[in-house]
């Protein structure tokens, strides 16, 4: 069980080029989201998707576009790279039923725009 | 104010000491408690989830939450160098939303 699979691992970007990051999960789960970890700053979410065709925006969205791809993909977008954009970037899933609210994270990406 | 706090450490043990990690939040909406475990260069790892008050046991590891005083913590019992990591508290309300701390490093020390 593979359970949230992020591609790729590691990029190097220079400032104004694009690019997608993109997440899989296989554990039949609703709920996707997009976070970035900064030193000091924590877990920020950007954006999420409670459902098969529908995004919301989070914390720290600008910048960033999203697409549900199907039930199992989420990809993140990033249309013109800025050095601010440089973080590691985590993908996660959860079921999102009452009582089950747990968050499975994938390994993440880290992404250095130069 | 931060939803969620947590001391960023670092905290320094010696192999087979008993670790307390703590946070503090505000919201009285939460309902959902975890922590999450983080090696470097990792995703963060599910280790303890909470539903309201109380206590979770899991071998070494022991989560409680006291709804009353807005306060979480992580006990780990004879730690062991594999513990060393950074420890992230995290707290839901129903929905989807997914409130974080800072997380604390942790090193221990054969």
């Known amino acids: 069980n593979a359970g949230v699979t992020q591609t790729p691992k590691f990029q190097v970007l220079k400032t104004g080029q694009s690019m997608t990051l993109q997440c899989a999960q296989d554990?039949?789960?609703?709920?996707m989201y997009w976070y970035r970890q900064d030193p000091g700053m924590g877990l920020r979410l950007i954006y999420y998707s409670a459902s098969e065709g529908t995004t919301d925006k989070g914390e720290v969205p600008n910048g960033y576009n999203v697409s549900r791809l199907n039930k199992r993909e989420f990809s993140l977008r990033l249309e013109s790279a800025a050095p601010s954009q440089t973080s590691v970037y985590f993908c996660?899933?959860?079921?999102?039923?009452?009582?089950?609210?747990?968050?499975?994270f994938g390994s993440g990406t880290q992404l250095s725009v130069l | 104010q931060k939803e969620v706090e947590q001391d960023p450490g670092p905290l320094s043990v010696p192999e087979g000491a008993i670790v307390s990690l703590n946070c503090t939040y505000s919201?009285?909406?939460?309902?959902?408690f975890m922590w999450y475990r983080q090696y470097s260069r990792k995703g963060p790892e599910l280790l303890m989830y909470t539903y309201s008050s109380g206590n979770k046991e899991d071998g070494r590891f022991t989560a409680q939450v006291d709804k009353s005083s807005k306060y979480i913590s992580l006990f780990i019992r004879d730690s062991q160098p594999s513990d060393s990591a950074t420890y992230l508290c995290?707290?839901?309300?129903?929905?989807?939303?997914?409130?974080f701390g800072t997380g604390t490093s942790l090193t221990v020390i054969p």
């Open positions: 919201n009285s909406a939460f309902q959902y």
């Open positions: 995290a707290m839901s309300p129903t929905g989807n939303q997914f409130y």
């Open positions: 996660a899933s959860s079921r999102q039923e009452t009582g089950d609210e747990k968050l499975f």
């Open positions: 554990m039949n789960h609703n709920s």
